[in-house]
């Protein structure tokens, strides 16, 4: 929220009460306008000074002389539930920590203005839009950001012909073509070879795995599985804020290959992370399931429990086979592994919303 805008809003409450006091004053004939305007001014300080839930038990002016004074919102010890309310591991550890959390209020990218001048709003974003075709066509025709090196094979083959395709894939030991593969009609048999045990620490995890010799042969054949199954949820293009059209995208083997060596750096036993991949029935698998499995499964778990699945035996199968396989594979993966991934994940998500308003031309990769 703009400093003025702030200002403003701070003329409007009082425009507000004077005029209130006014309309008060003629309806009680016993009152006039200054008894009005206190009574007002006191509902105002009342207000500033009463604890809200919202605030986590904070006043609006403890929130406001704070950060007046550039000092944080601290999560009070009483109030670490509402902001760490799962019951996974990592989400409880967090909760336990010594250390402060804070919090910070805001209208939601949403002000008071939007509502009473929806014209406006509208208006101030249109000219935000075009600004930022202005700046793309600029940069477009300043050559900024030429690496055409780079953006070869950033999915797939983009600039290969069917012949260099082929001869990559033979290569590469990749399908001839990209298939859909159908989905099972019916619950198929899901059986899942055994995982390592909760008790292995992620450390012990770890150093077993960096101390096992590893092929390069091992590893372009965990990226050959992972490849074309493994994917994320990307918009397709055009972006824009009045069409938004999501998609889905499974990694190449291009992408999956880094991948694969930066989880091995990281400690995953990738032989037993790839028994998990090839015994799972279905051929999607999501890398926010590697990423945040606790989340997932509760996802899960929470749409079975209602009726979303009731008389659907085939659906409610997959969705406890793929909570199944998340769990057996989150004991493969350590918690320094996953953030990794977050990371390793939104390098490619923000390289897909850069091409969904097609900005793939000044990519730097």
């Known amino acids: 929220m703009a400093y003025q805008e702030c200002a403003l809003y701070g003329n409007l409450v009082r425009y507000l009460r004077d005029r209130c006091a006014e309309r008060l004053a003629k309806l009680d004939p016993a009152s006039d306008v200054e008894t009005a305007r206190a009574w ?42 509402d ?33 009473y ?17 202005r700046w793309k066509a600029e940069q477009k025709e300043s050559g900024r950001w030429e690496a055409e090196e780079f953006r070869d094979g950033v999915y797939g083959f983009p600039d290969a012909t069917p012949e260099q395709e082929a001869h990559l894939r033979a290569i590469w030991g990749l399908p001839a073509t990209e298939e859909e593969v159908a989905e099972p ?27 096992e010799p590893w092929l390069d042969r091992e590893l372009h054949d965990a990226a050959r599985a992972l490849a074309g199954r493994l994917g994320f949820g990307i918009p397709n293009p055009p972006l824009s804020r009045q069409c938004v059209d999501l998609g889905w995208h499974r990694l190449t083997f291009t992408e999956a290959l880094p991948l694969v060596a930066g989880l091995h750096d990281r400690g995953v036993d990738m032989s037993i992370f790839l028994e998990q991949v090839r015994a799972f029935p279905y ?30 035996p085939v659906s409610a199968a997959k969705l406890r086979h793929s909570r199944e396989f998340i769990e057996r594979v989150s004991r493969l993966i350590p918690l320094h592994a996953r953030i990794w991934l977050r990371g390793w994940s939104d390098a490619l998500i923000h390289a897909a919303f850069a091409r969904a308003v097609e900005w793939d031309d000044e990519l730097p990769f």
């Open 40 to 81: 007002l001014d006191d509902l105002i300080r009342d207000w500033f000074f009463t604890p809200q839930h919202d605030l986590y038990g904070d006043a609006p002016r403890d929130v406001i002389w704070r950060e007046q004074k550039g000092e944080p919102n601290v999560v009070p010890p009483d109030r670490m539930d």
């Open 83 to 115: 902001l760490f309310f799962d019951d996974c591991p990592v989400c409880q550890a967090m909760r336990d920590d010594p250390g402060e959390w804070h919090w910070h209020y805001d209208d939601g990218g949403f002000p008071l203005i939007a509502v």
């Open 117 to 133: 001048d929806p014209e406006g709003w509208d208006e101030r974003w249109e000219a935000e839009d075009e600004a930022f075709e």
């Open 185 to 211: 009609t019916e619950i198929p048999v899901y059986e899942p070879p055994p995982a390592p045990s909760p008790g292995i620490s992620p450390a012990e995890l770890w150093l077993r795995a960096a101390e």
């Open 283 to 312: 051929q999607d698998i999501s890398l926010e399931w590697l990423i945040a499995p606790e989340r997932c499964m509760t996802t899960m778990t929470g749409v079975l429990e209602s009726d979303a699945v009731k008389g659907d």
